[in-house]
């Protein structure tokens, strides 16, 4: 291991990293139970997508600094993916007409970021269990339950206003 990943600045960074990490998996599952578009939820999802920019941010130079090339793309695949579910709640200041079908789009970004930010999570904490366990199994128990949130939320969010009486 290189003896520089002892040093005051790395392990700086780290703390950062981790206790961000914290908050991110916390403010995700606040997101994933509160009710959707409530005030709680919205709160939830910025402290997340905030999170996650502190997460993704300190990542990039900690797998730099220790050449992990594959942690490096987990990072940009992960910001990808909750920047994305964040920017298409941002659409929705757009007139009616000019926005996409979003709450799917939503719900499979954010979720996918979530599986993410636990697949991480997993994998270096839990180390006792087999790696496929560690690297497949938020996926395994996510992506059904993203399916049925999608589900279950599009026909809600995408019935027609009603007209003002």
């Known amino acids: 291991m290189d003896p520089s990943v002892g040093t005051p600045a790395f392990l700086a960074l780290l703390g950062v990293h981790v206790l961000a990490g914290l908050f991110a998996l916390g403010a995700g599952f606040g997101a994933i139970v509160t009710t959707k578009g409530g005030r709680r939820h919205n709160a939830a999802g910025r402290l ?57 789009t939503h719900i499979a970004f954010m979720g996918g970021g ?12 839990l180390t006792m269990l087999p790696p496929l366990v560690r690297w497949l199994g938020p996926t ?26």
């Open 48 to 104: 997340y997508v905030l999170s996650m920019a502190v997460v993704v941010t300190t990542a990039v130079p900690l797998a730099v600094w220790v050449e992990n090339w594959f942690l490096l793309a987990i990072a940009a695949f992960s910001g990808y993916l909750v920047f994305g579910g964040y920017r298409v709640i941002r659409q929705l200041r757009r007139p009616p007409a000019e926005r996409p079908p979003w709450i799917g």
């Open 114 to 125: 979530y599986i993410a930010t636990v697949t991480a999570t997993v994998t270096v904490n």
């Open 140 to 165: 395994a128990v996510g992506v059904p339950l993203i399916v049925y949130a999608t589900r279950s939320y599009v026909p809600r969010f995408s019935r027609p206003e009603r007209p003002a009486e």
